[in-house]
């Protein structure tokens, strides 16, 4: 058949795409023109479920290249030699806003990435910062509403937002990142990407070290100052996927180095915090980064719908020597994205273009929604049988292990590794240059004059208390931008 026909999706070539069938010229339209109906169906289901969180995004395909040896920690074929390659897909996002929302919005930015490897795909889901605003999954749905919409206004609320962070001191770290300039960055290209969870990885001799991955952007870090962000998200609210785009099309393909850090199971009993919070970071003096690879984006998919709308990242695409860890953050995340995927894109995900495994897969789950046109064609669908020569191969082996503690309880979160202030004051005190401390002060200012109604004040001193408990100067100068007396309760309090 001529393959320039317009045809129906049955194939069947068709002339009226765009009058319908009626009675006379001036209608009525008669129910048997299908052709319409058909369009006015299609039309009408084009969208689906956006993502919970980080609904607004962009997505490239590129290639990741192993530059150093790392196979003494790792037994993941990707890391087995130098020069080793292969392709992978990033999709980078804003977290609280809509689909449609501003790319400059004040929020952490999503950096997952999906490396095709032999072992099977590695996702690693992380974010542009090192940490995180709580340590447990259960808290996650409640921060999420307060990054949300108040369910009587329908707006954004730095109340809630301020309330809950106030209340869950473990956020200020995070806080303090997103309340600088880090929080609006330049697009996508100039920020730097964290696994932020510690993971596992396992050698060939089954010993396994603690690690922490990051990808320094070889572009150099650049952000939009908070007036700068404001009046580009009226500009040009996709300033980022139009930066990303450009620069790829242009051939300007953008880099970044990826490192590890190590920290070994005798270091993690001594270290200072629980190794598995994520709200801390591991210090580079005490855990130096070990260059890994570089990771180059060079193509923009053909179809954003296809490959960046219907991809789907989860911390549990896991491959043999890169593991999990304890921490308790990455364990709810373990199951919450392939269960946002089976209702986001469906029970079939894994088989659409971007998420597809490019070497072997053997199972025996078969049909349900939209599986792909073979689904497996007539080989068993049950293990063990007598046909087919499918094994599990034993090298691919569970890493066993000892627990410290039998013992189980909902571990109060003020119990265990309450020491909220002592990175953030460090990284006001030390990481910052002038300009970034005066940014992050103003930038706080700025969102926290926004807090309004009956518990103002007792929102504003919490969350100053825990400035104070940082460093005295941070809580100093955010009180008086806010005109705020200092009790001192507050000061006795941050001691
Ligand atoms: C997306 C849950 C913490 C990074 C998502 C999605 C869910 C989710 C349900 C949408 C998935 C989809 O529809 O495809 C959670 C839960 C968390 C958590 C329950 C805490 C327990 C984190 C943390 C990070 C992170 C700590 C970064 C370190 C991301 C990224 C995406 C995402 C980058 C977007 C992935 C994409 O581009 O498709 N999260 N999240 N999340 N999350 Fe989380």
């Not at 009408?44 to 609904?55: D, F, G, Q």
């Not at 789907?312 to 695409?317: D, E, I, K, L, Q």
């Not at 809580?475 to 507050?490: C, E, P, Q, T, Y």
Request: aromatic share 12%.
């Amino acid at each position: 058949m001529d393959s320039k026909k317009l045809t129906l999706s049955n194939g069947t070539p068709y002339f009226e795409h765009q009058d319908s069938q009626t009675v006379g010229p001036r209608g009525p339209v008669l129910l048997q023109d299908f052709i319409l109906q058909e369009n006015l169906a299609h039309f009408v289901r084009e969208r689906i479920p956006e993502r919970i969180v980080h609904a607004k995004g962009s997505g490239a395909y590129g290639k990741f290249t192993v530059t150093h040896d790392i196979s003494q920690y790792t037994s993941a074929k990707l890391f087995s030699q130098i020069g080793n390659s292969c392709k992978m897909f990033a999709r980078f996002s804003t977290v609280g806003g809509e689909k449609g929302s501003a790319d400059t919005a004040r929020d952490p930015r999503g950096f997952a990435l999906k490396f095709y490897t032999e072992d099977g795909n590695w996702d690693l889901v992380g974010n542009n910062t090192p940490v995180f605003f709580i340590k447990d999954a259960k808290k996650f749905p409640d921060f999420i509403h307060t990054q949300k919409r108040v369910p009587k206004t329908n707006l954004k609320s730095a109340t809630m937002m301020w309330d809950f962070w106030s209340l869950n001191p473990e956020s200020l770290h995070q806080v303090l990142i997103l309340m600088s300039d880090r929080g609006t960055p330049y697009g996508y290209r100039h920020m730097h990407g964290f696994g932020s969870h510690t993971f596992s990885m396992i050698n060939e001799k089954n010993e396994r070290v603690w690690v922490k991955f990051h990808l320094k952007t070889k572009q150099g870090i650049k952000n939009f100052t908070h007036a700068e962000a404001i009046k580009m998200a009226g500009e040009n609210p996709d300033f980022a996927q139009e930066d990303l785009c450009n620069a790829i099309e242009n051939g300007d393909f953008p880099k970044w180095t990826m490192y590890i850090q190590v920290m070994t199971e005798e270091q993690a009993k001594d270290f200072r915090w629980n190794p598995f919070d994520v709200t801390k970071v591991w210090f580079h003096e005490d855990f130096p980064l070990i260059e890994v690879g570089e990771m180059e984006l060079n193509e923009i998919p053909v179809n954003y719908f296809a490959h960046v709308e219907q991809s789907t990242f989860s911390p549990s695409n896991l491959i043999k020597g890169i593991s999990f860890s304890p921490d308790k953050m990455l364990q709810g995340r373990l199951f919450s994205y392939p269960d946002a995927h089976r209702y986001r894109v469906g029970v079939n995900s894994h088989q659409l273009e971007v998420n597809r495994c490019p070497f072997a897969v053997n199972n025996y789950q078969r049909d349900g929604f939209m599986a792909d046109a073979s689904n497996y064609q007539d080989k068993p669908n049950y293990f063990p049988n007598s046909f087919d020569t499918i094994i599990p191969d034993p090298a691919y082996k569970n890493y066993s292990y000892e627990l410290d503690s039998a013992h189980v309880e909902n571990f109060n979160r003020n119990e265990n590794d309450d020491d909220h202030y002592t990175q953030p004051g460090l990284l006001y005190s030390k990481s910052m240059s002038s300009e970034d401390r005066e940014n992050l002060i103003n930038n706080i200012v700025e969102s926290m004059k926004n807090i309004d109604g009956a518990k103002k004040s007792e929102i504003i001193n919490r969350q100053l208390c825990h400035f104070f408990r940082a460093n005295i100067e941070l809580g100093m100068k955010v009180a008086s931008k806010l005109h705020v007396s200092i009790d001192i309760n507050m000061m006795n309090h941050a001691k």
